[in-house]
């Protein structure tokens, strides 16, 4: 049997990362491991703060429409969003210290790997560009989204 992931918190496959920035228009790169693998989508919110701190948003039913296309032979650890500022990886563990490491190492590889970034050089801009969001602090993992301004991607 292959690998079985539950919707109650976040991982490396997705799950209930609870980040506001997953909006219309965005792209969301998820890891598949398994020929034959499911998705699940849900968990839909009109309103949320960062963090979702007190364990809520505005639940809401929604109609979502999707576009699924497997992209093969691409390495991914975590899931990646791209929306039109930033390219994002989302993180998640506990603490929270953890999910800012496996965000930001995710994102530089991800900058060294399809953009051409020099490993160090990476790391320096990461320094001094990139962005942090609390995604969520209430589920059994925690979720934290490394961001990468485009405007700074090579052409």
């Known amino acids: 049997m292959g690998r079985v ?3 109650l918190m976040p991982g490396e496959f997705g799950g209930n990362m609870d980040y506001r920035g997953l909006t219309e228009g965005v792209i969301l790169y998820l890891p598949v491991w398994v020929d034959g693998a499911f998705l699940e ?6 309103l949320q703060g960062d963090g979702e701190t007190n ?3 505005v639940e809401v039913s929604a109609e979502v429409r999707l576009t699924i296309e497997l992209l093969k ?13 930033y390219i994002i990886v989302l993180g998640s563990a506990r603490p929270l210290e953890d999910c800012i ?3 930001m190492f995710e994102l530089l590889g991800w900058l060294v790997e399809d953009y051409g970034f020099d490993r160090e050089e990476a790391w320096q801009l ?3 560009l990139g962005r942090l969001d609390i995604a969520n602090i209430v589920d059994p993992h925690y ?6 301004p485009k405007r700074f991607l090579p052409r």
């Open 5 to 7: 992931e539950t919707t």
């Open 143 to 148: 979720t934290v989204a490394a961001k990468f």
């Open 55 to 57: 364990g809520t948003a």
């Open 73 to 85: 032979n691409r390495k991914m650890g975590w899931p990646r969003v791209e929306n039109e500022d």
């Open 101 to 103: 490491r496996l965000a």
């Open 41 to 46: 989508f849900g968990d839909v919110h009109a």
């Open 126 to 128: 990461l320094g001094q």
